[in-house]
């Protein structure tokens, strides 16, 4: 029988397990700071070279220039609906595979064109990353800058008190600018990168005359979705060629797409409540509209329909006497926008003093439910996400650009002779990533603003996301894991909350960790560079070059990398068939959109 140790426990010393002498990191050893274990929540810190030599531009110039040298790339374009490519009446084929519009729905609507690249690789589920240029067919005017406020070391004295404090706005890498401005679409351009026909940037904020925010945006919750209801006349719907079909069963309905045509409206500011919280504000909105217009699309394409021209695609049933009711409930951050006011606490009532109008988006939408009522037949959309964007339009505002997105772009010449003349090809320009505008000049064409024309990749290293396809095998029936699975889910170095939510939801196609300062930088990755040699723009050799000993280990993994260029190549055509969720995504990116309308159309793609 044990010897009783009086409720206490064994005080025996020796039964203490000996300390761990082992005082390794990891298996790796390296100049940074790494786990000795992968799990959640751990973190890599890198030593000063490695970041300089993970930030280098350069690496991403010279890999572009290779696979542009190598011819490594396939265009799109345009096809039948039996895939068959389309030519025009010289029988050339056309390089220009989507029509659509920017900013769909506004009264500022801007008319685009998507061309397109593919690039072979072995690290895609589909074997192909897509580069799309999104080319602007109008040009707006945005009005013109008149006041760059570049010196970082002054603290400029404005009219009513107001200031611009170069030093801390050199310290968060803003530049702020003021100009003659009465365009409303500037406040829908968050992220957007504008030109004034040489100098090019990407917007980060708009404030109005107080320096206040000029935009709120606002997400709903993941437990509180905006509800729709959308209803029509019965007559109209029951005599529609889509019900004829049905033997009059309005239930057939259900599962179409209906969408109310121009799915982004903006109001004044009348029945909306303000709510206050700790740490957020909320709007409740209850918007409502009379004799608009409501359609039943036919998409004969794999593309979602917000990506596609609504205007011109086929119905199945349309009416211009419908009504609608929109309801939800919109959270804001306040610690977004409370650096605007100083010491004053920001709150609700404080908000909805200086807002007076308000723009939401209803992207098409799938049927749920269809109820014959004495008022007509009431259609119901799948509860979803939404986001809404609240104004303060003043006559005068200031724009901030992020400091590290600058360009300038210039024609290639050089001591005013045109080289490219020799092998016909004129019209190249010149495009300096190198621009600093604390020392730059920019903005001194005198030109208004224009909406810029972009360059956008599906590959992880432009837009910080992987991109999975439901497929298990490869060409050869070998089994094959999606890409996906190898990189991590949400972590608590990841995107918070707000800024996820939408994605959230499509987690299992696309996973992102963009962060809001990568968004508003200038993006690039080997592939949009070598598509801007492509099409004539040629990139100037960035100064940001890697330490040696990278560079040397760099051209001997590029050497490598070129050899199996062939094979990826083989490998893409093979797999070429498939519809590509990467191709969704990227159009998406080139049309700007927010986090829960990418979301959308990911989950609304057909692949």
């Known amino acids: 029988m044990p010897r009783k140790q009086n409720g206490f426990g064994n005080f025996k010393v020796g039964s ?39 930030n280098s531009d350069w690496v991403r110039w010279r890999k572009g220039m290779e696979y542009y040298y190598r011819s490594a790339w396939l265009r799109m374009y345009l096809t039948d609906e039996s895939g068959q490519v389309v030519l025009d009446k010289d029988g050339e084929k056309i390089p220009t595979f989507l029509d659509t519009i920017l900013y769909q729905g506004t009264e500022y609507e801007i008319p685009i064109e998507f061309t397109g690249y593919r690039f072979a690789t072995s690290k895609a589920d589909s074997s192909n990353h897509y580069v799309v240029k999104r080319e602007v067919k109008s040009e707006p005017d945005l009005g013109t800058i008149t006041t760059v406020y570049s010196d970082k070391d002054r603290v400029y004295q404005l009219n ?72 029509v006349p019965t007559t109209g719907i029951m005599s529609s060629k889509l019900i004829q079909e049905n033997k009059g069963d309005l239930q057939s309905l259900i599962g179409e797409v209906g969408s109310l045509g121009a799915y982004s409206s903006e109001r004044p500011i009348e029945n909306e409540e303000f709510i206050d919280g700790d740490y957020e504000f909320y709007i409740d909105s209850n918007i409502t509209g009379n004799s ?98 609240a104004y303060s339009t003043t006559a005068g505002n200031y724009l901030i650009f992020t400091d590290y997105s600058f360009t300038k772009k210039e024609p290639d010449t050089y001591g005013g002779l045109d080289y490219h003349q020799a092998s016909k090809e004129p019209d190249w320009k010149r495009l300096d990533t190198d621009v600093n505008p604390w020392q730059d000049e920019v903005f001194t064409s005198g030109e208004p603003l224009t909406v810029a024309d972009i360059w956008c990749c599906s590959c992880p290293s432009y837009s910080h996301s992987i991109i999975r396809m439901p497929q298990s095998l490869s060409g050869d029936n070998k089994h094959v894991n999606n890409r996906q699975y ?33 968004r508003t930088s200038f993006k690039m990755c080997k592939h949009t560079i070598a598509s801007m040699f492509i099409e004539r723009l ?42 590509t969720v990467e191709l969704v995504y990227t159009l998406a990116e080139g049309l700007n959109l927010d986090e829960v309308e990418t979301a959308a159309v990911i989950l609304g793609a057909k692949f």
């Open 538 to 579: 040629k990139v100037v050799e960035p100064s940001q070059y890697p330490s040696v000993d990278a560079r040397e280990q760099f051209e001997e993994k590029l050497a490598k990398d070129i050899e199996k260029v062939v094979d990826e190549l083989v490998m893409s055509l093979e797999r070429s068939e498939l519809t």
């Open 292 to 389: 608009v217009s409501f359609e039943i699309l036919d998409n004969p394409t794999n593309l979602p329909a917000p990506l596609l021209d609504i205007a011109k695609m086929p119905k199945l049933y349309k009416t211009d006497i419908a009504s609608f009711r929109l309801q939800a409930r919109y959270t804001f951050i306040k610690a977004h926008y409370q650096r605007f006011f100083g010491n004053k606490y920001l709150t609700a009532d404080l908000v909805k003093s200086e807002l007076n109008l308000i723009s939401y988006t209803i992207l098409p939408f799938t049927i749920t439910s269809v109820i014959e009522k004495d008022i007509g037949v009431e259609i119901t959309a799948i509860p979803f996400e939404n986001s809404v964007e």
């Open 486 to 518: 190898r990189y991590p889910l949400p972590t608590a170095m990841g995107k918070v909350d707000f800024q996820n939510r939408g994605l959230a939801n499509a987690a299992g196609i696309v996973q992102s960790w963009e962060t809001f300062a990568q």
């Open 160 to 231: 009513d008190g107001l200031t611009v404090d170069g030093p801390t706005n050199f310290k968060n890498r803003e530049l702020w600018v003021q100009g003659t401005s009465g365009s409303r679409l500037l406040l829908k351009m968050i992220g957007e990168r504008v030109n004034d026909g040489e100098t090019e940037a990407t917007i980060k904020y708009a404030l109005n005359d107080k320096q206040h925010p000029a935009i709120y945006v606002g997400k709903t919750e993941s437990d509180a979705l905006a509800e729709l209801k959308v209803v």
């Open 16 to 54: 203490v397990r000996r300390p761990n002498n082992d005082f390794r990191v990891g298996k790796v050893q390296k100049a940074g700071s790494y786990p000795s274990e992968n799990r959640f929540g751990s973190v890599v810190k890198r030593s000063v070279i490695e970041q300089y030599d993970l």
